[in-house]
Structures are given as structure tokens and as C-alpha cells.
């Protein structure tokens, strides 16, 4: 999960694991988080498809 720019800023985007497109702001979650997130609306990383790998698409 890749959190805003800030203290206490919201999830901007999920990614998987190994994705190469994390920054710095990322901090891990478990599937079940990562689907609740991108079930409520934060973006899916277009590079790694978290969306995809976890069985969640639109």
C-alpha cells in the first residue's frame, strides 16, 4: 500500500509485492487489506496489476 505524500495522508495506490514501482511511502498489507482497498476506490498500480493478481476487477 502506497500512502500520500505527508503525515497522516490516505492510500493512494496498491501494489504486489515485488512490483518495482514502489516508493518509499509503501508499507505492507495482506491480501484481505489490499482487496478492502481497492474495493473502496484507491487506484491499483497499472505496472504490477494488483487488481488482477488478487482476483478483484472492476
Known amino acids: 500500500m502506497e500512502g500520500g505524500i505527508g ?3 490516505p492510500q ?3 501494489h504486489v509485492g ?3 514501482d514502489t ?3 509503501c508499507r505492507p498489507a ?3 487489506q489490499a482487496r478492502r ?3 473502496e476506490g484507491i ?3 497499472t505496472h504490477c496489476r494488483p487488481d488482477t493478481a488478487l482476483g ?3
Open 18 to 20: 515485488g512490483c518495482w
Open 37 to 39: 482497498a481497492l474495493a
Open 43 to 45: 487506484e491499483a498500480c
Open 12 to 14: 493512494v495506490r496498491v
Open 30 to 32: 495482506s491480501a484481505d
Open 56 to 58: 478483484v476487477l472492476d
Open 7 to 9: 503525515t497522516g495522508r
Open 23 to 25: 516508493r518509499t511511502r
